[in-house]
């Protein structure tokens, strides 16, 4: 796990302050190691360089000297390293095949990079290190760009070719390790976190109106390419970036994977449950390779319940080991406090466990140096719960970290996923089993769900919205905030899912995840932790995601499989365990109470800064009347007040 950053130098300038300043400045990301590595365009390969954190072990191992401050080059390279895989100085970034002079700096980790290389090795390549990164690199020699449907894990990478003078960057599939580029005639940039591009001289920091409109408006966050700056782009997951340098231009973007979404599930339910189990356990064997001790989040719901439980299933197998180290967030406030479920786990497993009381006085003090890791505006204080977990991890001296992203957008976690089942029975036909489903939502959750109902028939027969009453032609769809100025947008030209398995394929791909994901990078890379998912595992994505209804959300339960998978051992406390919290701080009781004060003046902030998204008096008005107890408490609150904190950040 480390730190990436990759600049084309377009204009010939000789100083290379803004290579190091790029590298310096995620130096949380890889506080073990620096290095370079400059091309000047006359040689083959180029020349790799170390900085001033670079020890003198690798410095006498790899022979390298500091990077000068001027000299001639046209493609640089800069790495912050974090030391997760291959300790030694082997493992020093940017990395060069001396065979080809193919380059590369790398973040995250191949899982299966055991696999590849002894594939390789039969193939006659030789290795140097044991590192996953070299296995990279001379994958890349053997197969090329096509080297990259062999890798299983999480993936940042940029390789130069000196032989085509070509740079290629590349992004796992789900993308969860980040990648963003910037071009503007004088560099190509390509880097871990947006705020590395902003040293370069001819750096554009204008806003994008449209994307803080569709944040504040909707919450819309990380769904395409766009980000908060006008003139910095993602890669998305499964994307790859190709720049040419002797064609120049613009980068190229191109797609090397696609989630299959047309297969579906041929085996009996109780093989599902197996193969269910059998790739989960898998996937966290894999994520648990690892050179130093690994632990886990633990909040005491199903998915963190899960690996902790599936953790401790693989490591009785190993001769030695360091234990389980477990973090749980807990609150005094029983309403948002998970402790006695994060507890039952532990018992079960003898896990070591450390706690963290996220409090509004830590928040308040926290809150710029979270925001400055985060680079962009986030939809509430629940990722300050995230951030406190991590930090956590940090002062029990973990470097390494599983995590639950992904099963809630799979497995049909969310609140709301009713809407799209009820739609698909509906065009369906399926009468029955939709009038089933509905009786035992009410019956498991004392909840009815006609608000759903309505949706999914306004979804499944928009032609009804014309002859229904005007007090219900909104049911089930988002509603413009009263406060913020309309504007044109391709917000709701996005196609609705129609049904469960499309929500959940949308959630993965846009709406959910890849927010989450980049909550679940910043918040772990400000304390130079490296967080692994292990329900992002492709073949366990590409499973859940080929799975019938029934196995998903069947009778309102939800992650019936993931029930039913882990029931032989998880704590029945968890097993029976039905509501859901996650990552979740008190945040109405905070905003209300001791920060009254900093929401009004954010949120003046934000209006005075971006006056044309906003109608003041009826914002402002809204405040009052949400802190009085005369409206209810939204998340769009927290967004105006995140806004106005980042634009004056």
Aim: proline share 5%; hydrophobic share 35%; with cysteine.
């Amino acid at each position: 796990m480390c730190g990436i950053f990759a600049l084309i130098n377009v204009q010939n300038a000789e100083s290379t302050k803004v290579l190091f300043d790029g590298t310096q400045i995620i130096k949380h990301r890889g506080p073990d190691d620096v290095g370079f590595y400059v091309w000047s365009g006359t040689k083959k390969s180029g020349q790799v360089y170390a900085g001033p954190d670079t020890d003198n072990s690798t410095l006498q191992a790899k022979q390298i000297s500091i990077l000068p401050q001027a000299l001639p080059w046209k493609v640089g390279f800069g790495h912050r390293r974090l030391s997760i895989i291959d300790l030694s100085p082997g493992g020093h970034q940017p990395m060069v095949h001396d065979v080809t002079g193919l380059t590369i700096t790398f973040n995250g980790e191949v899982y299966n990079y055991k696999e590849i290389r002894q594939e390789l090795q039969q193939l006659g390549h030789h290795f140097y290190s044991h590192s996953d990164t070299e296995v990279i690199l001379v994958a890349w020699a053997q197969w090329g760009r096509e080297c990259v449907h062999r890798f299983n894990g999480m993936f940042a990478f940029v390789i130069f070719d000196p032989r085509t003078q070509e740079v290629f960057a590349v992004r796992d599939r789900f993308g969860v390790k980040p990648v963003y580029w910037y071009a503007d005639g004088h560099y190509v940039g390509i880097a871990s976190e947006p705020k590395q591009f902003k040293g370069i001289p001819s750096f554009d920091n204008s806003i994008n109106k449209e994307i803080a409109y569709q944040y504040l408006a909707f919450g819309r966050l990380d769904y395409d390419a766009h980000t908060f700056y006008e003139n910095i782009q993602q890669i998305r997951g499964g994307e790859m970036l190709i720049y040419s340098l002797a064609k120049a231009g613009k980068p190229e973007i191109k797609r090397w994977y696609r989630l299959p979404l047309d297969k579906r599930w041929e085996g009996s339910d109780k093989e599902a449950i197996e193969q269910f189990r059998t790739l989960f356990y898998d996937s966290v064997k894999l994520r648990l390779r690892s050179d130093v001790t690994v632990g886990s989040c633990l909040s005491g719901g199903l998915d963190s319940s899960a690996i902790v439980c599936t953790m401790a299933e693989v490591l009785a197998k190993e001769p030695n080991h360091n234990g389980i180290k477990t973090i749980t967030a807990c609150f005094d406030n029983k309403k948002y406090d998970e402790w006695e479920y994060a507890k039952a786990v532990i018992d079960q497993t003898h896990a070591v466990a450390h706690q963290v009381f996220p409090s509004f006085e830590n928040l308040q003090e926290e809150l710029g140096k979270l925001m400055w890791h985060m680079d962009e505006p986030f939809g509430s204080t629940s990722q300050y719960s995230q951030w406190a977990v991590f930090k956590g991890a940090a002062q029990a001296g973990l470097k390494v970290m599983l995590d639950g992203q992904g099963s809630d957008e799979q497995l049909a976690g969310y609140n709301g996923n009713e809407l799209p089942l009820y739609a698909g029975l509906m065009r369906s036909l399926k009468f029955g089993t939709l009038y089933s489903e509905i009786n035992s939502y009410k019956k498991l959750t004392g909840i009815n769900p006609k608000s759903q109902v309505l949706g999914a028939t306004l979804r499944t027969y928009p032609f009804l919205k014309g002859i229904m009453p005007s007090h219900l032609k909104g049911a089930g769809l988002t509603k413009p905030i009263s406060w913020i100025n309309e504007r044109e947008t391709d917000y709701f030209k996005l196609p609705l899912p129609l049904k469960l398995q499309d929500t959940l394929a949308e959630q993965t791909l846009y709406s959910s995840l890849p927010v989450l994901l980049r909550y679940e990078d910043r918040n772990s890379m400000a304390w130079s932790i490296e967080s692994r998912v292990p329900f992002m595992d492709y073949r366990f994505v590409e499973f859940t995601m080929s799975l019938p209804e029934h196995l998903v959300f069947p009778r309102g339960t939800r992650k019936y499989i993931l029930r039913e998978a882990m029931r032989p051992v998880f704590p029945q406390k968890i097993y029976e365990r039905k509501d859901k919290m996650g990552f979740v701080t008190p945040e109405e009781v905070w905003l209300k109470g001791q920060g009254k004060d900093w929401l009004y003046s954010s949120s003046e902030k934000a209006i005075q800064s971006l006056p044309e998204l906003f109608n003041k008096p009826k914002a402002m008005s809204a405040i009052d009347a949400m802190l009085e107890g005369k409206s209810n408490f939204d998340f769009s609150y927290w967004r105006l007040a995140c806004i106005g904190l980042w634009l004056n950040s």
